[in-house]
């Protein structure tokens, strides 16, 4: 009944199987992928025609993370699996970016891939397992995919790379010294294709070893894969790219001059404005059969293609007139919004971005419902880029898959340089509103959230700039690497590289590649340009920090303080009971951990000193020898009983009253009555004795003997 094909490699520490033909064999494609016990399901799908009209390659990708796999039931009114959470999405656009530019060119029939994790063995991330069930499932599908790729996760601890480190040791890697990188690669037998990485202050020589390393170690993949296809693999899809050359012979010679002209323009709105008038032009100009040629789209793109990038190789001029390794002019500003706890406006060119950092409490954490389980982070960045952003009338909606992987972009590249929770102990919330983009807004993004988080406040331990390089490579093997590419040569051209850091190394990496790889030769002269332009970013940036940044009087005033942890029922109380009346009696947030750290949070300074001295009270333990001040709470025939140390009480018998012989305590004593008490000790029952004849009532101090013999 099935035909089924297994194969198995040892990879690392586990071993990595693949197999198809027993599972949804209606799809064109269907590869189970499992690396320990962690198991992805890769179903594919292709459409056998072109829609009529369509001029864009229908790509998608869907990853989903099934709660079944790790023995969970999903979180929610509804108990089942929702929209796409953060890791789901970063997930789909991983699977995305490396298989897209395999496809064979002018192929435009609708793609549908789809990855469902089926187990989860809490240490291997279903991510890099989804990458390889997807890459085989197209290799075997017969679709037009010039594959297979596989993919890997790297790690750098101790001047060592790992291959696929455990999920545990990726997880809060800020809170981690030890592991400096999150480095993941995908590429072809010969080549990368993409990487995506989240490192702490790596030289460019450790991080091109991290890669080098990682093509490496996916190298026996391929071969599984390859190894697989061959008794697994359907015929392949009989498709031949369409050819469209004398139609472009004619676009080219009705406008080459003037496309020439218009992407001479340095002005983006201009330009753009000219280049369409120009591509009109040269349709009026075409016959009426050759007007109404479906490959008349890509013609067009074709020439400007081959407008923009031929200057830019053969005579290293660009359409803005910049040298190659030239960034745009910056202008940095911060302290711009009154209200607001931390504000900046980083230009760079046409690419502007407003971002602004909120700072709040242990209340403001994000909680994340993940397979591994609940967690909460408290360093947020949402990226917003609306329509008029780039001088368009769009729809908007919530945030898109590209909204969601710049803003995961900048996180990574700022992360890095945060304080420890414990140092700095707030929820920070970094968002960058995109007010203009004519190229790498999401390092824009970058720029201005190290700008905004210091005029916040926050102590950041380096300022982080970014910078977005390209790639244009003739067919001759000739290329020209690109510094700060605009959107022009980023949508023209054949890699969008971002790299950010600081001034002593990296902390994110992104790099995408629309051709079949790079070689290392070009991704490190991409790497050593991109630390020239870093820098020279970074010291633009330091002219709108020119002196000490002060805390905003508009944030939360946060302290923390650390209890034994068997004392936190007692801080609690039955219920909640004390820790409600001491939010209620002192006015501050409380906020209690496991581990007995505490933040005490309120714009009022004597709130939250309030709220310490209550916590204080139930927590600490009197010291013998110690005066304190208390209050009456009852009058007997022995004694009086005060409560001294928060709600402990102590007796202070009627020989300790005064320094005279008394008929009852209640002579100088009544409920109510506040006294000074010398804690003198406790009894064998662990009772505690008090004494006041030997302290001045009035003031508080201790009589000396001198005087009290007086």
């Not at 499992?34 to 594919?44: F, H």
């Not at 074709?302 to 923009?308: A, G, T």
């Not at 242990?362 to 360093?379: C, S, V």
């Not at 820790?579 to 009696?585: D, F, G």
Request: aromatic letters at 6%.
């Amino acid at each position: 009944m099935f035909n089924e094909v297994k194969k198995s490699i040892q990879w690392g520490e586990d071993k990595l199987t693949l197999e198809t033909g027993k599972v949804a064999r209606q799809a064109d494609g269907t590869v189970i992928a499992t690396l320990g016990e962690t198991s992805v399901m890769a179903n594919v799908t292709f459409a056998k025609q072109q829609k009529p009209g369509q001029d864009f390659f229908p790509l998608t990708v869907h990853y989903q993370e099934k709660y079944y796999a790790a023995g969970k039931v999903p979180g929610g009114f509804f108990k089942r699996e929702a929209r796409p959470t953060e890791k789901e999405t970063l997930t789909a656009r991983l699977i995305d970016r490396p298989i897209r530019p395999l496809f064979v060119p002018g192929f435009k029939n609708e793609v549908l891939v789809m990855c469902t994790v089926l187990s989860h063995d809490m240490v291997n991330d279903p991510d890099m397992v989804a990458m390889i069930a997807a890459s085989a499932a197209l290799t075997i599908s017969g679709a037009p995919f010039m594959g297979p790729i596989a993919a890997c996760r790297v790690g750098f601890e101790d001047g060592e790379y790992i291959l696929n480190p455990e999920i545990d040791d990726m997880h809060n890697l800020r809170m981690n010294p030890e592991q400096r990188l999150d480095l993941v690669v995908a590429g072809t037998k010969d080549a990368v294709m993409m990487v995506e990485s989240e490192a702490y202050e790596l030289t460019e020589d450790e991080m091109l070893g991290a890669v080098t390393f990682a093509h490496e170690q996916i190298q026996p993949v391929i071969d599984l894969i390859i190894d697989l296809a061959e008794e697994a693999a359907k015929e392949p899809f009989q498709f031949e790219a369409p050819d469209y050359s004398d139609l472009y012979e004619a676009v080219k010679a009705a406008g080459e001059d003037k496309m020439r002209a218009a992407y001479a323009i340095t002005d983006k709105q201009e330009r753009t404005t000219t280049v369409a008038a120009v591509k009109a032009e040269i349709i009026e100009g075409l016959t009426e059969e050759q007007q109404e040629d479906a490959n008349l789209g890509p013609a067009l793109k074709k020439l400007e293609s081959s407008v923009l990038r031929g200057d830019v190789v053969k005579n290293g001029r660009r359409i803005d007139g910049r040298a190659l390794d030239e960034i745009r002019p910056i202008v940095s500003e911060t302290g711009i919004l009154p209200r607001t706890h931390g504000s900046a406006l980083f230009t760079r060119g046409e690419t502007q971005g407003l971002v602004v950092t909120t700072l709040g409490t242990g209340d403001d954490e994000q909680m994340i419902d993940a397979l591994t389980g609940m967690y909460k982070a408290n360093f947020m960045l949402h990226y917003n880029f609306p329509p008029y952003s780039v001088g368009e009338v769009g729809r908007v909606g919530s945030p898109g898959r590209r909204e969601i992987g710049h803003g995961k972009l900048a996180w990574r590249a700022l992360q890095a340089v945060l304080p420890a929770p414990t140092d700095f102990p707030y929820t920070i919330r970094v968002v960058s509103e995109i007010t203009e983009s004519n190229g790498s807004s999401s390092m824009a993004s970058v720029c201005g959230g190290s700008l905004s988080m210091m005029d916040a406040g926050v102590p950041l331990k380096a300022p982080v700039a970014g910078v977005a390089m390209g790639l244009v490579m003739e067919e001759d093997g000739s290329y020209a690497v690109l510094s700060d590419i605009l959107g022009d040569e980023d949508h023209l051209g054949d890699m969008d590289f971002k790299v950010a850091g600081t001034e002593n190394g990296i902390t994110s990496l992104q790099m995408d590649i629309k051709i079949a790889g790079i070689t290392p030769e070009i991704m490190k002269k991409a790497l050593e340009q991109a630390k020239a332009g870093r820098l020279h970013i970074l010291n633009e940036m330091g002219k709108a920090l020119t002196g000490a940044n002060e805390f905003s009087v508009h944030a939360p005033k946060i302290e923390t303080m650390q209890i034994p942890t068997d004392k936190i029922r007692e801080v609690i109380g039955s219920g909640g009971k004390v820790i409600r009346e001491i939010v209620e009696t002192s006015g501050a947030k409380v906020d209690i951990n496991d581990d007995g750290v505490i933040k005490l949070a309120s714009n009022d300074a004597e709130a939250i000193k309030k709220a310490y001295d209550m916590i204080h009270s139930i927590v600490a333990e009197p010291e013998e020898g110690v005066i304190y001040k208390g209050t009456v709470v009852k009058v007997v025939d022995f004694g009086a009983f005060v409560n001294f140390f928060g709600k402990r009480d102590g007796l202070v018998h009627v020989s300790q009253i005064e320094n005279r012989r008394l008929n009852h305590p209640s002579d100088v004593l009544k409920e109510g009555q506040e006294v000074y008490v010398k804690l003198l000790g406790f009894d064998d029952r662990g009772k505690v004795r008090l004494a006041m004849k030997m302290v001045d009532q009035e003031s508080g101090e201790e009589i000396k003997k001198e005087e009290a013999s007086e």
